[in-house]
């Protein structure tokens, strides 16, 4: 709800209030009356202070760069892809690679890239397609992943944050460990830079994929 529409709300209760106050109501309606014009004022101070907030500025010419650097990326890769199919003289059906930045654990930004090259169909390969994507299959264990990308945490404070406990939670926690996508140290469970990058390439390549227009591209060549 807006403030115009709180605002009203709150006047017409405070006349509804006033006009019981006069006939001498039950105190006890009355109370309840005020307590709800307190929460409505409360939420109109609240909505007010979020609306005076400096609002932070979006950085136009950053975008432009990062798009920039994606159409330049491309057309790497691209030529890259050309030349390794000349020097092998066999054909390429799929050329891919993900590439991923975030931050480290010592406050710098970490990187990352995955590269796969297929020359044939059979290249893809059924059985360790599915287990790889067997563990992130399990919305339980990507909140695992999430928590423990936000700080190393032991198992009591995964349950805490997941509602997981038990022979449950030791089941993912094992599936994630044996994928070496989580790390325990101590008591403590962690997941290294290399799963973050993961999940932010597995995002782009599930939902958020822009496919970018380049000139070895135009020429038939993949992208």
Partial sequence: MNIPALETQITQLQEQIALLKRREHNPMNIQELERQLNQMQEQVAKLKKEQEAPQPQFN?????????????MSNIFSKAVKDLK????????????????????DGKFAGGQATV???SIEDFR??????????????????IIKNLI??????SEITQKTGLVGGQLYHHLGILENANLIEKSAEKYSAPETTQLMLGGLMALTGGMRFVQTEEANNGLPA
């Fill in 86 to 105: 000349q020097d092998q003289n066999q054909d390429i059906i799929l050329a891919s690679t993900v590439v991923g930045v975030c931050p480290g654990k």
């Fill in 60 to 72: 136009h010419q950053a975008e432009e760069d990062f798009s920039n650097a994606l159409n330049e």
């Fill in 150 to 155: 936000t700080a190393p945490l032991t198992a």
């Fill in 117 to 119: 090259t297929c020359y």
């Fill in 126 to 143: 059924e059985e360790n397609l599915a287990t790889a994507m067997d563990v992130f299959s399990n919305p339980r264990r990507i909140n």
